[in-house]
């Protein structure tokens, strides 16, 4: 799975088609954010991670009401906490919506940063996982 826009909609979309809750995609959501920053930490910090992180819920929030709710003023380490439990409040098709748009939107951030290949490259291990709970098989 590549980290575009429709892989990343139908991974949570598939979920949700198998009867996953939004509890569920929250939990894969919170899983895929702790790939990220597994990968992406060491690079550019946890900080950094935080920062792109916050600005992507930040540019996502006219689109998506649910992301009002988020505090993002909390310590680093409760970020990915406070989407797991913002998530878990929705519709499963909302908390798949929500979620992809904001990995999207990081990703879209990452790429204009570091450019494509290395962004896909980083990102590969949170791409698969997302794909290996959506049920489908990353690519090789």
Same mark, same amino acid.
Request: net charge negative; charged share 25%.
């Given at each position: 799975?590549?980290?575009n826009?429709?892989?990343?909609r139908g991974?949570?979309?598939?979920?949700?088609?198998?009867?996953?809750?939004a509890v569920?995609?929250?939990?894969?959501a919170?899983?895929?954010w702790?790939h990220? +920053?597994a990968?992406?930490?060491?690079?550019?910090?946890?900080k950094?991670?935080?920062?792109?992180y916050?600005?992507?819920?930040?540019l996502?929030?006219?689109d998506?009401p649910?992301?009002d709710?988020?505090?993002?003023?909390?310590p680093? +380490?409760? +970020?990915?906490?406070?989407?797991?439990r913002a998530?878990?409040?929705?519709?499963?098709?909302?908390?798949?919506?929500?979620n992809a748009a904001?990995?999207?939107t990081?990703r879209?951030l990452?790429?204009?940063?570091?450019?494509a290949?290395l962004?896909?490259?980083?990102l590969?291990?949170?791409? +698969?996982?997302?794909?290996s709970n959506a049920?489908q098989?990353?690519p090789?």
């Amino acid at each position: 799975m590549d980290g575009n826009t429709s892989s990343t909609r139908g991974a949570f979309a598939a979920i949700v088609a198998r009867g996953g809750s939004a509890v569920e995609i929250a939990r894969t959501a919170r899983a895929v954010w702790q790939h990220i +920053d597994a990968s992406l930490s060491p690079i550019i910090g946890r900080k950094g991670v935080a920062a792109l992180y916050r600005r992507s819920v930040h540019l996502r929030r006219h689109d998506l009401p649910a992301l009002d709710a988020l505090d993002l003023d909390v310590p680093a +380490d409760s +970020d990915f906490a406070e989407l797991q439990r913002a998530s878990a409040c929705l519709t499963s098709e909302g908390a798949g919506e929500m979620n992809a748009a904001v990995l999207e939107t990081f990703r879209e951030l990452l790429t204009k940063l570091i450019g494509a290949s290395l962004c896909e490259r980083l990102l590969r291990p949170a791409w +698969d996982h997302l794909a290996s709970n959506a049920g489908q098989e990353p690519p090789p």
